[in-house]
């Protein structure tokens, strides 16, 4: 797998951190592969978007562990970000 880093940290001050990649799934791997490999050598998030929503309003630490999400672009091709909320 390819990763290219296209976004790094805070955009302005007390902004949320993201960082984000383009993914390349050299070897055609299957969407779970390529989560699992950003995950583990880019940079890892425990909740989905998705899931991060609707927990972070009952558990402050779930809001402050951040979120992650994969974008299929298709032919290989993927989006992943990672978001950590701004603690200052």
Not at 51 to 77: M, P, R, S, T
Request: hydrophobic share 25%; proline share 2%.
């Amino acid at each position: 797998m390819k990763a290219e880093q296209i976004r790094s940290g805070q955009s302005r001050p007390y902004a949320d951190s993201i960082y984000e990649w383009h993914v390349i799934a050299e070897n055609g791997e299957s969407e779970q592969q390529v989560l699992d490999w950003c995950k583990t050598n880019l940079k890892n998030a425990h909740y989905e978007h998705e899931e991060w929503c609707q927990k972070q309003h009952h558990n402050i630490g779930v809001h402050f562990a951040g979120y992650y999400e994969l974008l299929n672009k298709g032919y290989n091709n993927y989006d992943y970000k990672v978001v950590e909320p701004f603690c200052g």
